[in-house]
């Protein structure tokens, strides 16, 4: 689900079920269009993701990183993996 609030210059992705590598790449680029097309700021609200992966946890954490895409509604688990994945990153660089 998609909601463009054009007066704030936002667009909110609502992301549901579970988010595997597949899913969060499609999202990933779904994100980079929003932004390139509507210079929009994308806000992903996570509080309906059941399950995400620790290779959808790193593409999470790039866009926030990289993109300055929010993240909204993380439950405990998933915040901790994508805490993970941002503890992960800084170790690479």
Not at 2 to 17: M, N
Not at 72 to 86: N, R, S, T
């Amino acid at each position: 689900m998609q909601c463009d609030t054009p007066e704030r210059g936002s667009t909110i992705l609502r992301v549901e079920g579970s988010l595997y590598l597949a899913d969060a790449r499609v999202l990933e680029r779904l994100c980079r269009d929003i932004e390139k097309n509507s210079g929009h700021v994308i806000t992903l609200d996570l509080s309906d993701i059941s399950f995400i992966d620790s290779e959808s946890a790193g593409v999470l954490s790039r866009l926030r990183r990289e993109s300055g895409v929010r993240l909204e509604g993380l439950h405990l688990f998933v915040q901790k993996v994508i805490e993970l994945a941002d503890a992960a990153d800084c170790d690479d660089v």
